[in-house]
C-alpha cells in the first residue's frame, strides 16, 4: 500500500484488508461474543490503550487492526510497532464487518503476554511471587473481592495508576482485567500495571497476612476514618461488591474504613470509594 502523507517506510508495512473473511484478521472476528479470545489473547482498542500496550513490560502485541483514514495520524505510534508485526488497514464498513459492531475509534490491537502467549494471565509466578516483585513499592496494594463488572474493575485499575498503587489482586469471582472492555475503560493501565488474578478469597487473606501487608477494608460501617490509613506501613485496600460487599471473616481480620458521606447515603460505587481513598493516600506520601 502506498499512502504519500506517511513515510515510506511505514507504508511498505501496511497490509490491506477488503474481505471481513480474510484469515489474517481472524483474531478480530466477533470480538464481542469473543471476549478474551481463545489462546490467551486479548484486544486493545484505541490510541490509549495501543500506547500502553506498546510499552507494556508484560503484554506484546501480535497484529493492529486500522482504519485507512487513521494511518496518517498514527504515524508515531505505528513507527513504534515492532517490525515482526503486522498492520492491516482497511475501509470502516470492512472493520466493523469483521469485529461484528461499528468501531468507532477505528484503531484496534490484538496482543498476548510476553512470557505466556497462551495463556494471558499466568506470566507471574503465583501470588507469592506477585507480592515479592511489589515488594519494593511504597504505593497500596487494590484487593479486588467479587468485583463482576467490567466497567468497575476498568476504573479501579484507572484509579489505582493514578495514585501510585503497587498492583492490583483479583480473586477467581472478580473479573477478568483482559477484558476488551475492562482494558479500555482501565485506559490501557490493565496493561501495565502490575495485577494478579484468579486465587480464591482464603489464599489472598493468607498471603497478604504472610507478606505482611497491613489489611484495610472499605464498608460503611467501617470503625475508622481514611485518615487513620496515613499511619499505616504496607497497606492492602480490599474492596468487596456492591451488593454483598466483603464476608464478615474477612472484615473480622481487617481495619475497616468508612468513608464520611451526607446524611442519607450509605454507599459509593466500589470504584469511586477506591479513588477517594488512594487519592487521600496519595497525597500524604
Known amino acids: 500500500m502506498t499512502t504519500p502523507s506517511i513515510p515510506p517506510a511505514i507504508a511498505a508495512r501496511l497490509i490491506e484488508i477488503d474481505d471481513a473473511d480474510d484469515p489474517r484478521v481472524a483474531d478480530y472476528a466477533d470480538i464481542r461474543e469473543r471476549d478474551r479470545i481463545g489462546g490467551g489473547g486479548f484486544i486493545a482498542e484505541g490510541t490509549v490503550v495501543l500506547d500502553h500496550l506498546l510499552t507494556s513490560e508484560r503484554f506484546r502485541p501480535t497484529s493492529l487492526f486500522v482504519l485507512k483514514a487513521r494511518v496518517a495520524g498514527l504515524e508515531p505510534r505505528l513507527a513504534r510497532v515492532p517490525d515482526d508485526v503486522p ?4 475501509e470502516r464498513h470492512v472493520m466493523d464487518d ?4 461499528a468501531i468507532h475509534r477505528g484503531v484496534l490491537a490484538h496482543g498476548i ?4 502467549p497462551d495463556r494471558a494471565d499466568t506470566a507471574d509466578p503465583g501470588l507469592a511471587g506477585f507480592l515479592d516483585a511489589t515488594v519494593a513499592s511504597a504505593g497500596p ?4 473481592i467479587g468485583l463482576a463488572n467490567h466497567d468497575n474493575v476498568g476504573a479501579i485499575f484507572r484509579n489505582a495508576a493514578a495514585f501510585g498503587a503497587a498492583g492490583v489482586i483479583l480473586d477467581a469471582t472478580s473479573c477478568h482485567p483482559l477484558y476488551r472492555k475492562a482494558i479500555r475503560v482501565s485506559v490501557g493501565t490493565a496493561l501495565t500495571l502490575p495485577w494478579h488474578h484468579g486465587a480464591d478469597l482464603a489464599t489472598i487473606i493468607a498471603a497478604l497476612e504472610a507478606a505482611g501487608r497491613h489489611l484495610a477494608a ?3 460501617q467501617g470503625e475508622s476514618g481514611i485518615s487513620a490509613l496515613l499511619q499505616r506501613g504496607k497497606l492492602a485496600l480490599l474492596l468487596g461488591s456492591e451488593g454483598t460487599g466483603l464476608p464478615e471473616d474477612v472484615l ?7 468513608i464520611a458521606m451526607a446524611p442519607g447515603i450509605d ?6 470509594s477506591a479513588a477517594i481513598v488512594l487519592s487521600r493516600l496519595y497525597s500524604a506520601a
Open 267 to 272: 454507599s459509593l460505587n466500589v470504584a469511586t
Open 98 to 101: 469483521v469485529a461484528g459492531f
Open 252 to 258: 473480622s481480620r481487617c481495619e475497616t474504613v468508612r
Open 113 to 116: 503476554d510476553r512470557g505466556h
Open 141 to 144: 496494594l487494590v484487593v479486588a
Open 218 to 220: 472499605l464498608s460503611p
Open 87 to 90: 498492520i492491516f488497514v482497511t
